[in-house]
């Protein structure tokens, strides 16, 4: 797409800054053909099927995540709202009106949506120093709204623990914040520079975290020593403008990243990055489904700023 199209087509509404600065640096790091990177295609991963569009929303998508019904919901970043989508191919339903819901999104075991606020140019910029953003309680079927926390940075990631504890991001600072299933918040547990996406090992033993900018790369933070992340994988030199974005793990436990800038989609495989999909530009986040039904299990979906839903075969769990 030209710079021009793009512009026009995503930097609309009060959060149009952060956008435009999101939008230029992508869109500055892609030729006018084929992709600017080519990270090494993953072994397990040899091509195949194309990815195919199965939603579109009407806004820019900067999570998603499915819950064990095959439903899949996103949040918007232009109108704040959460979407549900029932199964691919369905039109989406807001959930809500504009409650700020722009940044990520998970579902709880009980069912219930946590999301994220405050990821505009300015709560980013300033939620290390102030930090004033709600999480938020989203029923599934009522769209029913409550605070489920609030006292943190603006949050962009969102991750859920095994044992219920939930942590956050704030792409324009540093700190990771915490969120005890008993409510205590701490908005800087951890420091990661430029932190986007997050996610949770399978055992709820180490936190990981995707620095977007500068130097990419993927950070393991230990959940009991939080004051030691540790630099796990680099992007190399020439995805230095590849700007990772969302991050999911798959069924063994391997995290998933989607870029903007380079429209690839990568994973960590033996202490490397390398890819399963490219030609997917301005993606902001991927998510496996679940169930038997709709957005099923072992189904790889990829959102992005364009409003697009693809589901990705080349990152589907294989059986057994």
Same mark, same amino acid.
């Given at each position: 797409?030209?710079?021009?199209?793009m512009?026009?087509?995503?930097?609309?509404?009060?959060?149009?800054? @952060?956008?435009?600065?999101a939008?230029?640096?992508?869109?500055?790091?892609?030729?006018?053909? %084929?992709?600017a990177y080519a990270a090494?295609r993953?072994a397990? %991963?040899a091509? %195949?099927? #194309?990815?195919?569009?199965?939603a579109?929303?009407?806004? @820019?998508?900067?999570?998603?995540?499915?819950?064990?019904?095959?439903?899949?919901?996103?949040?918007?970043?232009?109108?704040?709202r $959460?979407?549900?989508?029932? #199964?691919?191919?369905?039109?989406?339903?807001?959930?809500?009106?504009?409650?700020?819901?722009n940044?990520?999104?998970? $579902?709880?075991?009980?069912?219930q949506?946590?999301?994220?606020?405050g990821?505009?140019?300015?709560?980013?910029?300033t939620?290390?120093?102030?930090?004033?953003?709600?999480?938020?309680?989203?029923? =599934?079927?009522?769209?029913a709204?409550?605070t489920?926390?609030?006292?943190?940075?603006?949050?962009?990631?969102?991750?859920?623990a095994?044992?219920?504890?939930?942590?956050?991001?704030?792409?324009?600072?540093?700190?990771?914040?915490r969120?005890? =299933?008993?409510?205590r918040?701490?908005?800087? @547990?951890?420091?990661?520079?430029q932190?986007?996406?997050?996610?949770?090992?399978?055992?709820g033993?180490?936190?990981?975290?995707?620095?977007? /900018? $500068?130097? =990419?790369?993927?950070?393991?933070?230990?959940?009991?020593?939080?004051?030691h992340?540790?630099? @796990?994988v680099?992007?190399?030199?020439?995805?230095?403008?590849?700007?990772?974005?969302?991050?999911?793990?798959?069924?063994r436990?391997?995290p998933?990243?989607?870029?903007?800038?380079?429209?690839?989609?990568w994973r960590?495989e033996?202490?490397?990055?390398?890819?399963? *999909?490219?030609?997917?530009?301005?993606?902001t986040?991927?998510?496996?489904?679940?169930?038997?039904r709709?957005?099923?299990?072992?189904?790889?979906?990829?959102?992005? $700023?364009?409003?697009?839903?693809?589901?990705?075969?080349g990152g #589907? *769990? /294989?059986?057994?």
């Amino acid at each position: 797409m030209r710079l021009d199209r793009m512009l026009r087509t995503v930097l609309r509404g009060p959060r149009a800054g @952060w956008a435009a600065a999101a939008v230029l640096a992508a869109a500055t790091a892609v030729p006018a053909a %084929g992709p600017a990177y080519a990270a090494e295609r993953c072994a397990a %991963g040899a091509p %195949g099927a #194309a990815p195919v569009q199965v939603a579109q929303l009407p806004d @820019w998508v900067e999570s998603i995540a499915v819950d064990g019904r095959g439903r899949m919901f996103a949040t918007a970043y232009f109108s704040g709202r $959460v979407y549900r989508i029932d #199964a691919p191919g369905s039109a989406p339903v807001a959930l809500t009106g504009d409650v700020g819901a722009n940044g990520g999104i998970v $579902v709880r075991d009980d069912g219930q949506l946590l999301v994220g606020t405050g990821n505009d140019l300015a709560h980013s910029l300033t939620g290390d120093l102030f930090p004033t953003s709600r999480l938020l309680r989203v029923d =599934p079927d009522s769209g029913a709204v409550s605070t489920y926390a609030s006292g943190l940075g603006g949050i962009d990631g969102v991750a859920l623990a095994p044992d219920g504890t939930v942590y956050t991001t704030t792409l324009g600072g540093r700190n990771i914040g915490r969120v005890t =299933p008993d409510g205590r918040v701490d908005p800087a @547990w951890a420091r990661v520079p430029q932190p986007n996406g997050i996610a949770v090992s399978p055992d709820g033993g180490e936190v990981y975290v995707v620095q977007t /900018t $500068v130097a =990419p790369g993927l950070y393991r933070i230990p959940a009991g020593d939080p004051a030691h992340p540790r630099l @796990w994988v680099s992007a190399g030199v020439f995805d230095a403008l590849a700007l990772p974005d969302g991050l999911t793990l798959d069924g063994r436990g391997r995290p998933l990243i989607a870029t903007h800038a380079a429209g690839e989609i990568w994973r960590v495989e033996d202490g490397r990055l390398c890819s399963v *999909e490219s030609g997917l530009h301005l993606s902001t986040q991927i998510a496996y489904g679940h169930g038997d039904r709709g957005f099923s299990a072992g189904r790889l979906y990829r959102a992005g $700023v364009d409003g697009k839903v693809y589901e990705v075969p080349g990152g #589907a *769990e /294989t059986a057994g």
